[in-house]
Each structure stands twice: as C-alpha cells, then as structure tokens.
C-alpha cells in the first residue's frame, strides 16, 4: 500500500465513501530543502494526489465540469514544485493541498505525498517523502 492509499477513505455527509481522482508521479525540478547547495542546485521531486469527490455527476452526463480537470491541475502543481523555494517538505505539502483544494468546491479533501528521492542523506535509501491530508473546512 502506497502512502497515498494508507490514510484510508474519506466519506460525504451522507456516510457514503468518495470517489478519487488520482495523480501518480508527477515530476519537477525544485529548488526546495534546507541546505544552500539544494537551493542553488535544484533537485528532482515527485508529487502523488488524490483528490476526494463524488464523480457521479461527471459520469452520468460525461461532463468535465462536473469533475476536476486533472490536466489543468497537473500544471498548477508543478508551477507549485518549480516555484517559491521552501526548507520543508511538510510546507511544499501544505501549499500543494491548498491548490488542490483551490481547483474546485466539489474536492472535499486531498491526499498529498511529496517525495524527494535526491535528498542529502549520508546513508542509502529509496526516497524521502511527507504525506498530508486536508479536509475542507
């Protein structure tokens, strides 16, 4: 299981679990982390989201209007890891979350993972990554 997946489902008011609209992967140089050289460097991250919602309505009348257009999101998120540099992870997950529940009123939460599998660590390892989920207020 994926840390996206591990948070578990989130449910409307009426009790019934909510549909995902998933992105995997989605990769940017950044220029995010603590240490100068990362700064002026750049390094490769990953983002992972899944936004909640009921999909229903798209379905039903084929509508992307009705959904989340994940193209157009996908462009805001990396203008999100390309951009603004920050020293945690923890921050460039909040500022992701933020846009993704910015994109539309029918998103009722956002799972987000930020990986950084470049991360200055003096051991081996696969990948670092922060895992947030947000719930609309």
Excluded: N, W
């Amino acid at each position: 299981m994926s840390s996206l997946d591990a948070a578990g489902p989130v449910r409307a008011a009426d009790g019934r679990v909510l549909d995902r609209v998933v992105l995997r992967g989605l990769r940017a140089v950044g220029r995010h982390g603590v240490f100068e050289a990362e700064r002026r460097d750049g390094q490769a991250f990953a983002l992972d989201v899944a936004l909640h919602l009921d999909v229903a309505e798209a379905a039903a009348g084929d509508d992307l209007t009705a959904t989340v257009d994940y193209g157009a999101l996908a462009e805001e998120l990396v203008t999100v890891l390309t951009g603004e540099p920050v020293a945690l992870l923890e921050t460039l997950a909040e500022r992701v979350a933020a846009v993704c529940l910015a994109r539309s009123p029918r998103v009722a939460a956002v799972d987000v993972v930020v990986h950084k599998p470049q991360a200055p660590l003096s051991v081996p390892f696969d990948d670092v990554e922060v895992a947030v989920r947000r719930v609309r207020a």
